[in-house]
Every structure is written in C-alpha cells, then in structure tokens.
C-alpha cells in the first residue's frame, strides 16, 4: 500500500495551495480518507476526513478555509487549502481507514503517506 502526497509548498498568508495524494495498493473504493497535519512543536493534529460515500469532517480551525475532495476514477484525495494562515504551516499527512467514523466522528487510520511540507508566510 502506497500514499503519495504532492502538491504542498509555499504560500503567503491569505493564498491557496491544494495537496494531492495518490493512494495504491488498496481499493480505494472502500476506505475513508483523512489529512492530518503536525506543525513545529506541535502535536498531530486533524484536518479533515472524507468517506467512501464522500460524507466529509473539518476540524475547527480550518472549516470553510480548507476543502476535502476524492476523485475514485484516479485513486486521488485532495485538499484545497484557502485563506491560509500562518499557523497552517505543517507537514501534512494523508491517510486511509477501513473502519467508519465513531460517535466523536473520529477515524482510526490503517495507512499513512510520508508527509508534505506546507509553508505559510505572513
């Protein structure tokens, strides 16, 4: 099982940046997706999930800023990362799950991708 993050980089406060990450190895089809992030100094922290039926969660900090999306046809889920804020620079990581979200809408992930450096300057 393979998860490649790409499309991170930089940006200036108030900018877009969308990560892309191409998932093989599983199918896709039956596994709710996720992006966490750890910035410096800082714990791991969730970003947003979707599922399979595309029903998606955001954290607080990043809802109506960042959008979660999957594409089935390219094996792909992407987040469209508006309005950037400083505190969003982090290593952002994809992640796919088998099991559905709990009563806290939390999901337990099975696969991790290595992790995209995003840099937000102010």
């Known amino acids: 099982v393979q998860l490649v993050e790409s499309g991170g980089g930089s940006a200036q406060a108030g900018g877009s940046l969308r990560l892309s990450c191409v998932v093989s190895?599983?199918?896709?089809?039956?596994?709710?997706m996720g992006w966490l992030r750890q910035g410096p100094g800082k714990e791991r922290e969730f970003v947003a999930d979707?599922?399979?039926?595309?029903?998606?969660v955001y954290a607080d900090s990043v809802k109506g800023r960042f959008t979660i999306s999957r594409d089935s046809a390219k094996n792909t889920v992407y987040l469209q990362m508006d309005s950037l804020k400083p505190e969003d620079k982090a290593f952002y990581y994809c992640?796919?799950?088998?099991?559905?979200?709990?009563?806290?809408?939390?999901?337990?992930?099975?696969?991790w991708g290595k992790g995209h450096k995003v840099t937000v300057s102010s």
């Open positions: 190895g599983l199918t896709f089809a039956y596994y709710g």
């Open positions: 992640a796919a799950g088998r099991t559905l979200r709990d009563d806290n809408n939390s999901r337990k992930y099975d696969y």
């Open positions: 979707i599922s399979w039926s595309s029903t998606t």
